[in-house]
């Protein structure tokens, strides 16, 4: 009898144990949630504040923000990490572009989000110009396996002064008059000094982007129906040939050959009178240029505005992906950091007003304050616009692209042999795409 | 007293030509030391002016403000030189007077061995180093660094410790052995004590060696945490993006503070000990 | 060099031991060079030896994050560096750059040489300030030039616009296809190349031989033409050899200021293999059938720089 009151006595002590353990379902998070971001984002994201704040919402998470570079080798060594040793540095990560994550879409390494897309963060309430690019065809529940934390597009940005220096009235809306425009500013003297027309992108960082918003803007795509790079479209050798006229008549320099920072740098300075770059430029020159320094918005308003591409309206926009890896360690604090904290309104607004880096969801973007630039992104956001592209060999692509581009702006090269060598470079690639993978559950 | 005039003339002339050399050498460093006292509007303007405006510390101020990041890149490097070099010195010591007083059977072929190490191009080991340290999960960790950089740096210094031992007279290991010692007293007692200025030069040599490697500092600690100094400014010139140079112009000048700190105490060794090393070989 | 196996048995044989004592001495003697070189022999196969033979075996596989085919590939490796445009491109660069550095670089190294040994006051303070661009790290010094070269802010186009007057003589330095292998150049040459080589070899030359040249009432270009060269031969050879070595490996600068650009025309051999590896995984076993097509080249150049070395020696 007494054994049999143990045994029960026993078997109710467990079951109760269990019944807690299943009302707990929603246990309080607890443990460490390493994130590893791209280095610059640390400061533009305003890291420091989200992991306070998440750290006070959650009394037993500790959150470490390690960082990684975004250019060169450093994400391929991060997914040959997780494929080799079985486990990741980070339990989340945050920054790269799609182009550049492609490689570990592709040998299946992420996490996809679909299951979390719900309610307020469900797919309809993303700007589908970023999200869509995220997407990745194939069974359901397995398309988002990274998301848009931070997006920009392409376009054209202009120094409202010297603008006005240069008696330039109304903004450019065709190549021609961007060109008109480009030349009277280069004959603009501040200080003595010559300043630049217009500075482009020749470099790796986003010389094949502003090709491709070139396309999208002029032709809607720059696929060909097959899902190759579509070198030969009209709208692209344009572009092309526009840029090499610029800088044959002298209205615009070729700095960011070697230098990634070139153009920005003219700008923030006051040394060139338009870019064509992302979109962030314009909140970069503006705060740079802003007699009142230090504040932001700049009390002066947006001395640096924008203008799209010419065509239809759309542009290329791109994103900086969050992702998880298979291997991680901490998938539940990776998710709840990320939903509440990285897409919450705070962190989406604050850096776009702070450093013009947009939100990737409608009600984040709704949120922001009256800007004509704000305003600017929006009808890109809303034309035909579409991402980088998500071959394996996309670097090496974009790589081609470059060098082809540097040879025929340098009078090397003519244009019908840059684009017969772009193509032949595509033949040589590997043009696998994440909606080739094969899923290994 | 005409040659004396001559004489005086032309040590004249040596003493222009070697200012004017200086001169070129110096030239960057003043650039960048005008720099690092300037606001950024005085750094990227279209009103240059060579001298500071309005001087300010607000560069060097930013990267303090940084935290220990500048600090941590110093700091990993002079570990990394630490660690490396005591290793690099004591397995050094020992293979070089195996293989320059020893004999014993495959001495030879050790030696073209590591001569044949001396010419490979680090660039082809990076991916199988990579996927090793994956696999021992070592990678982005001190010792993912350390590690090949002890077996990177070890063969040129076999080659000079090599060299001085081989340089030595082999009576006093002989009476030693008579009276005698046994061969690790012969080595530690006799031999080592005098290979003192070849190991000053390892020493030096690696040293520089450590602080100017990029490749594998750049694909094996990528963190900010564990990066060394080239890679650490770097991340700094990456994470200012643009207008970099404000900041960036304040830390080369700090973190060149360690590098002339030893070049000062060391100066008299350098041209002895880099022109041995060199010439080790031939 | 001498065998020393020759030369230490020779040497038994003289202190007059008996054949069994030495046959014991040497045992004992390799146990213990066994044992000392142990601990090398081990990290250098596990971090060298290793890696070599894996690189080596994979420009005939195919290489994936996930597994290693291996020779899966055979030579199609191999028969596609010969059809590569950017592989020609760096060759051409780096043999270039080679061709032009070496000389300058030596010719600097021995006029800064002799400047510093003939020199007799300051010569200490001299030396120290031209041996700080070797002391500092490399980056410090091409991040500097960076700056001053700087097509808007630095100091350079900046004397050439506003203090000379000339505005067409300023340029994008890095940028420009038709100054950026100069500037590479010149880069480099900051401080005037391996002058401490040379110095230790002008040292090394014996004082009286001047003195003797001065009796005879020579002037300094004579004492140069007929002591310096001639006494500086072996050092010059020795320093040319390094110097080539040093040239076709060259990755840093372009690493730090050009990355291949403008229009991959800079990339050298050591840059373009570590821009293959940063293409992808997929690009793993080509970029090492590059790098080992490199490291024949490397080997052939030193090799054959190391036998004209020694005939001339031998002369």
Known sequence: MKKLYCLLVVLFTLSAISSTSLTLAQEPLSGTLTISVEAWMVE?????????????????????????????????????????????????????????????????????????LTDEIAPDKWISAFLDSAYVDGAEGTNYPTLPGLGETMNFQYNVGLFEQAGISAVPTTYEEIQAAACSLA?????????????????????????????????????????????????????????????DAGCGSTTTFTDNNGARNALKAGQAGMINASNSRSNEGTNALCPEQGQVPCPSGELIQMFSYPGDGGSMAFSHQIY??????????????????????????????????????????????????????????????????????????????????????????SLDEMIANLNATMQEADLTLPADRVLSQ | MRISSYDR????????????????????????????????????????????????????????????????????????????????????????????????????????????????????????ILVFEFQLKIWNTRAGLIFPYIALFLPFAIWIMRGTFMGMPRELGEAARIDGASEFRVFWQVYL??????????????????????LLAASLAINPQIANINTGLRILADEGQSFAFGTLSAAILIAMIPTLIVFIVLQRYYVRGISEGALAGF | MENPLVHASGHLVNSATSRKTTWHLQRQQSRFAILLILPTLLIIALFIGYPVIYSFLLTFSEFSVKQVNWFAAGFSNYS??????????????????????VPVSVVLALVVGVLLQQIKIGSTFFRSLLFLPSVIPITMGLLMFQWVLDPNNGIFNYLLRNVLGRPDLAHNWFGDLNVVFGSLIVVSLWGFGPW?????????IPKDFYEAARVDGANPLQEFRYITVPQLRNTLLVVITLQVIKALKVFVPIYMLTSGNPAGRTSSLYFLVFQKINQGQNWYAYASTVGWVFTVIIAVISIGTALILRNRRDI
């Open chain 1, 44 to 116: 533009k994201y305003n890291m420091p504040e989200l992991e306070a704040r998440f750290e006070a919402d959650h009394p037993d998470v500790d959150v470490v923000v390690i960082t990684h570079e975004g250019l060169g080798a450093s994400y391929l060594n991060i997914f040959l990490e997780w494929a080799q040793s079985g486990q990741s540095s980070a339990d989340l990560y945050f920054g790269g572009l799609v182009s550049q994550i492609a490689p570990a879409i592709i040998d299946d390494q992420l996490i996809p989000w679909d299951d979390m």
């Open chain 1, 187 to 247: 004959n603009l003297e501040v200080n003595g000094q010559k300043i630049t027309g217009l500075e482009m992108e020749y470099g790796l960082n986003f010389a094949p982007d502003a090709w491709m918003a070139a396309v999208i803007a002029a032709e809607g795509t720059y696929l060909t129906p097959e899902g190759q790079i579509n070198w030969d479209s009209p709208a692209g050798k344009q572009w092309i040939e526009f840029q090499k006229s610029i800088v």
């Open chain 1, 324 to 413: 998880i890896p298979r291997v991680s360690a901490n998938v539940d604090l990776a998710r709840a950091f990320v939903r509440e904290q990285l897409l919450s309104e705070y962190a989406q607004t604050w850096t776009a007003i702070n450093f013009g880096k947009m939100p990737t969801i409608w009600a984040n973007y709704d949120a922001l304050p009256e800007n004509p630039n704000f305003a600017q992104v929006r009808t890109e956001l809303e034309g035909p616009a579409m991402g980088q592209w998500q071959f394996r060999d996309g670097q090496f692509l974009r790589q081609a692209y470059v060098d082809e581009l540097q040879l025929y702006l340098t009078d090397n090269e």
């Open chain 2, 9 to 128: 003339r032309y040590q004249f002339g040596l003493a222009v030509l070697l200012t004017l050399l200086c001169f070129i050498t110096i030239a960057p460093f003043v650039w960048v030391v005008l720099t690092s006292f300037k606001p950024n509007s005085e750094i990227y303007t279209t009103d240059l002016n060579i001298m500071p405006q309005q001087p300010t510390l607000e560069q060097f101020q930013r990267i303090i403000e940084k935290g220990d990041q500048l600090p941590a890149y110093i700091i990993n490097t002079m570990l990394y030189s630490v660690v490396t070099i005591t290793a690099v010195s004591i397995l050094a010591a020992m293979s070089g007077y195996a293989l320059g007083m020893l004999t014993f059977r495959g001495a030879r072929i050790i030696i073209n061995l590591i001569l044949s190490i001396l010419s490979i191009p680090w660039i082809i080991l990076v991916v199988p």
């Open chain 2, 193 to 214: 004590p005098m290979a003192r200025g070849g190991v000053a030069t390892v020493i030096l040599l690696t040293f520089i060696d450590i602080w100017n490697e990029v």
């Open chain 3, 80 to 101: 596609r560096v010969l059809g590569d445009r950017a592989f020609a491109n760096a060759l051409r660069f780096t043999f270039t750059y080679t061709l032009i550095y």
């Open chain 3, 196 to 204: 401490i080589l040379v110095l230790a070899g002008l040292l090394a």
